[in-house]
């Protein structure tokens, strides 16, 4: 079992810049792939990016692609997502999660969630 909480949102003006943490409890996450998610309102959950377990492999999604970047510090058991440049669009509840596999863009393929951190992006 794998305990991840997510801090680090909050209201933020459009062109700011927010960095969420998530911290891993209950077992070490550098045998996990780990991503960010995000769910806005009304909306499916979708990817924002994913890392791999050593964290040399990171993906991510278009919505914000070249904006946000994703790092982990497996001795920390922490995972991070700075983002800039942020726009009203990002708005949404911010999820972190832990995979088995190798480095899957799925939801479905994530074991472990986090109860989420909310983003609000005000123009």
């Known amino acids: 079992q794998v305990d991840l909480v997510e801090s680090g949102g909050g209201l933020v003006q459009a062109g700011g810049s927010l960095r969420l943490s998530c911290a891993a409890s209950g077992r070490p996450i550098s045998t996990y792939a780990m991503a960010w998610f995000r769910q806005a309102p009304g909306k499916e959950r979708e990817s924002v990016a994913a890392?791999?377990?050593?964290?040399?492999?990171?993906i991510y999604a278009d919505p914000m692609k070249g904006r946000s970047t994703i790092s982990r510090d497996n001795a920390k058991n922490t995972v991070w997502l700075e983002m800039n440049s942020l726009r009203p669009e990002d708005t949404g509840v911010y999820y972190c999660?832990?995979?088995?596999?190798?480095?899957?863009?799925?939801?479905?393929?994530?074991?472990?969630w986090g109860q989420g951190t909310q983003v609000t992006v005000s123009s």
């Open positions: 890392i791999s377990r050593s964290g040399s492999t990171t």
């Open positions: 999660a832990a995979s088995r596999l190798a480095l899957p863009t799925s939801s479905r393929a994530y074991d472990y």
